[in-house]
């Protein structure tokens, strides 16, 4: 008995060994990014993979925050988020609800249609998306790109808010309706607040993809530069013959930041609503 303890004890240790070194490998860019913000371009090119610099550069991000701009794009990038996020969360719960706890007519063929979306590429859809916010009048401007940020099909959070709403006890419905709560008061007051691992899980997934976005914002602001996200003021770093990669690595850091603090702070119900989905 003594023996296979130790073998299993071994066993575990050796595991946790092979993680921690997956662990280290799979965060070392994202440190080196760090590092690398505080380097001059010289060290930057000259000093490989250390990550320690010789001096700390604070001016790095002064330029990023000032020169290139990225205060302005900074808080672009926060309204867009924000909008966006806030009508996926809406529009995906909702209609996640009317799937979810309601049979009618051409159910499956809708969620049929809604996940074959999945399988079509992002660009395919740019011309007609790109046409019908230019018709709407909202080209060159910041409500175009969430617009155009939010209208796409996001069948991972359909699919998620049904699966979660399905698995509800009616129940709940019946007692609502007893007191009186229409289709609209039972949603928003009963149903959507048990479904906040869902929310959390749908917010932090649509920030990150809103945050880091790229080709919607660059198609969007093309002719006003000041309406830039952060994924395309990192152009503000190229120039025609060189590129101040210093600079680049303290504006990346900077957009770091708000995933990071978002993820921190909403990490549990992420991790409830993706087990809950799964379950």
């Known amino acids: 008995m003594m023996e296979k303890n130790k073998k299993r004890r071994a066993l575990v240790l050796l595991v946790h060994l092979l993680l921690t070194g997956c662990g280290i490998i799979w965060i070392y860019p994202f440190l080196w990014m760090i ?7 010289r060290e930057y090119i ?39 996020v806030f009508i ?4 995906c719960s909702m209609t996640g609800y009317a799937v979810g706890r ?41 409500w175009g790109v969430i617009l155009a940020e939010a209208g796409g099909a996001h069948v991972l959070f359909i699919l998620l808010f049904v699966a979660y709403f399905r698995s509800l006890p009616k129940e709940l419905e019946e007692s609502a309706e007893m007191d009186g709560s229409g289709f609209v008061r039972t949603f928003v007051q009963i149903m959507l ?14 920030f990150m993809f809103t945050w880091n976005a790229f080709l919607m914002p660059l198609v969007f602001t093309l002719g006003k530069p000041d309406l830039r996200t952060l994924g395309v003021g990192m152009f503000q770093f190229v ?41």
Request: hydrophobic letters at 50%; a positive charge.
């Open 102 to 142: 309601y049979r009618f007519r051409g159910r499956t063929l809708f969620i049929s249609a809604v996940t074959a979306t999945m399988f079509m590429p992002k660009g395919y859809t740019i011309i007609p998306v790109y046409t019908l916010v230019n018709q709407l009048g909202l080209n060159n401007s910041l």
């Open 193 to 206: 607040p048990l479904a906040r691992p869902i929310v959390a899980t749908t917010a932090i997934m649509q």
């Open 88 to 91: 996926v969360i809406a529009v």
């Open 35 to 41: 590092t690398a913000s505080f380097k001059t371009n």
């Open 46 to 84: 000259s000093s490989g993979i250390s990550l320690w610099p010789e001096t700390f550069q604070l001016d790095n991000y002064k330029r990023a925050w000032e020169t290139a701009h990225f205060s302005v794009y900074f808080w672009n990038t926060v309204l867009v988020t924000v909008a966006v």
């Open 239 to 279: 120039g025609e013959h060189t590129m101040d990669w210093t600079g680049m690595a303290a504006a990346a850091s900077i957009s770091l930041i708000p995933i990071l603090a978002v993820f921190i702070v909403l990490q549990k119900h992420f991790i409830e609503g993706v087990a809950g989905a799964v379950k």
